[in-house]
């Protein structure tokens, strides 16, 4: 039996800036004293006076990126999702985001995924308080190929842009010579009559797998990976509700505000069908590993196919 | 320029201020007016700025931290040639660019949207460190409330300035002691602030009259020469300077003078004025 490559999507954003760091002389990375568990660390070995560790002080950090910013230079400033949007969230929205300046946060540890640190520090709330401020782009990748290729895009996107990483390993799934990645544009992995999955994030190989056993049972579902939150592909989420006439939403995130929220505000103005959204159920999370969070909080392959059982009943 | 000069303006400076606030019906004039000598000084003697070619890479760098005093930031941008002065009515309207805090978008010589107190001081210390790693020669100055030092975003912006050895950053302190609640020693005193500073591996001076542009020119002078550190310049103001009934008032943190404050304040000012012209 072949293994499936498996690789954290915050080491695809550290390696991606490395990258990035050898075409472009402008990129300048900014951490708050995570730069080992963020992955900018790889960035630091390889450029050290272009990586500004802030100490444990998110809120200035935000606020220097912004200054950073406005001189030209690109910043992305990495830190967990929880300090990220919600410590800085204010700096994001008036220090970055108001003046519409070039700043790129790489949030990583997004999710209950994040394990043994417990609710404290497992943010299932970023996409909602990004995705409400003017302008900012929110997206999450699916595996290390989508993370790379996101970060690049990110820096040739004029404006603020949110991308949310996650702390466990993920099973590479876009390994194949026609992926394409645009922001904006989900990519739909899977064709399906019955009913249409919408994911991001490692949901998307996880509702694959439910997707399997669906087939198993009769049932032909559709899987979109949605890797930009905002601004949603709403062409294709309403051309997959004609097309399915149900939708279903997985995210590692709040059942509120998130990628269900968006694709529930857009069919609830352009096409009204019956939605279920899977994802954190508005409570906070839990120590454990993150194996054993994402089935009892039934976001694995499982969990997910159950749950559309019971929509489906 | 000389005193007399930059004395003139910052006159005309606070008519401006005055007669904006007036035509909003709302606004920051105490604040603008305490600050009213060291915008002036910034803009027509310190700073290397071009009003025709606002965005300059090479320019010297303001960021307004307490950007609820923009009534007496815009006036000195206008006064300076970045816009016109007659716009200045136009402040806080539905419609005009002069929106109620600086938005950088949209008003020229604004470098830095700012108004959510402590933001600013952060992104001018940003600023700094990209001169710093692209070797760019210029200087970066950021003017903070007294009262706005209670955030503390702008200990943790003091903290990297003074690791990273910001030689290039100069903080002013407004200093003059009251914030809507009443005066700052009485609602949660910011002092010593000066020590502060020091603590904070900041060439610190202070800076006993800072509605004089004597002093204010001496302080600007000595923070030229100081290598390897960022200076603080801590400078005790009036708030409300200029216009007899707002001077050292709480009350006149954010309020607009009615009809006849307005004559009233005016009146003051016009006598001032041609006080400075008999010198």
């Known amino acids: 039996m072949s293994e499936v490559k498996k690789i954290a999507t915050r080491a695809s954003y550290g390696n991606a800036l490395v990258e990035l760091g050898k075409k472009y002389d402008n990129l300048v990375v900014l951490d708050a004293d995570l730069a080992a568990a963020t992955q900018t660390g790889i960035f630091k070995k390889e450029f050290p006076e272009r990586h500004i560790d802030c100490g444990i002080a998110e809120c200035n950090m935000a606020g220097v990126a912004a200054g950073i910013a406005t001189t030209g230079k690109v910043p992305f400033f990495s830190t967990f999702a929880m300090f990220a949007s919600g410590r800085a969230y204010e700096q994001v929205r008036n220090s970055i985001a108001y003046p519409q300046l070039n700043v790129k946060i790489g949030a990583t540890h997004g999710g209950i995924s994040v394990g043994e640190d417990g609710a404290s520090h497992q943010c299932c709330e970023d996409f909602a308080l990004m995705r409400v401020i003017p302008g900012m782009v929110v997206a999450s990748p699916a595996d290390d190929i989508e993370a790379k290729a996101m970060v690049q895009a990110a820096y040739e996107h004029q404006g603020p842009v949110y991308m949310r990483f996650g702390r466990a390993a993920v099973p590479v799934i876009n390994d194949n010579p026609d992926y394409k990645f645009e922001l904006g544009k989900g990519i739909v992995l899977r064709e399906g009559k019955d009913l249409t999955i919408i994911a991001n994030g490692l949901c998307v190989s996880a509702s694959l797998e439910a997707a399997e056993k669906l087939a198993a049972d009769g049932i032909d579902a559709k899987v979109i990976n949605m890797h930009t939150i905002k601004p949603l592909d709403e062409e294709l989420v309403i051309a997959s509700a004609k097309e399915t006439g149900k939708i279903v939403t997985v995210e590692e995130h709040s059942i509120i505000g998130g990628l269900g929220g968006a694709v529930c505000e857009c069919l609830s103005e352009n096409c009204p069908v019956p939605v279920k959204r899977i994802g954190v159920r508005d409570v906070f999370g839990e120590s454990g590993s993150a194996g054993a969070l994402l089935k009892k909080y039934k976001l694995d392959g499982e969990g997910i196919y159950s749950q559309i059982k019971e929509f489906l009943a | ?175 003059n002691g009251l914030q809507i609640d009443g005066p700052i020693d009485q609602v949660n005193s910011p002092y010593p602030i000066d020590k502060k500073f020091e603590a904070f591996n900041f060439h610190v001076i202070n800076v006993a009259d800072g509605n004089d542009f004597d002093q204010l020119a001496a302080a600007f002078a000595e923070a030229k020469t100081v290598k390897g550190m960022p200076t603080a310049i801590i400078m005790k103001t009036v708030k409300g300077k200029g216009v007899s009934y707002m001077e050292n008032q709480v009350g006149w943190h954010g309020k607009a003078p009615n009809d006849e404050q307005y004559e009233q304040a005016m009146a003051e000012l016009e006598k001032a004025g041609e006080a400075l012209c008999q010198k």
């Open chain 2, 1 to 175: 320029m000389d005193k007399l000069e930059l004395q003139k303006i910052a006159n005309e400076v606070r008519k401006d201020i005055v007669t904006a606030v007036h035509s909003a019906g709302a606004g920051h004039p105490g604040g603008s007016l305490s600050a009213t000598e060291v915008f002036t000084y910034l803009y027509f003697a310190e700073m290397n700025i071009d009003p025709k070619n606002p965005k300059d890479p090479n320019r010297d760098r303001f960021v307004l931290s307490k950007g609820h005093t923009a009534p007496g930031y815009y006036s000195v941008l206008a006064e300076r040639g970045y816009f016109p002065k007659e716009d200045l009515k136009t402040l806080r309207k539905l419609g005009s660019y002069l929106q109620g805090h600086p938005d950088m978008k949209h008003i020229p010589g604004v470098d830095m949207s700012s108004g959510s107190l402590g933001q600013g001081i952060s992104a001018a210390v940003g600023m700094a460190i990209s001169a710093k790693l692209s070797g760019d020669t210029y200087r970066v100055y950021t003017l903070l409330g007294d009262g706005e030092i209670q955030e503390g975003q702008v200990w943790e912006a003091s903290m990297l300035a003074g690791f990273r050895k910001l030689d290039n950053l100069v903080v002013i302190v407004d200093n």
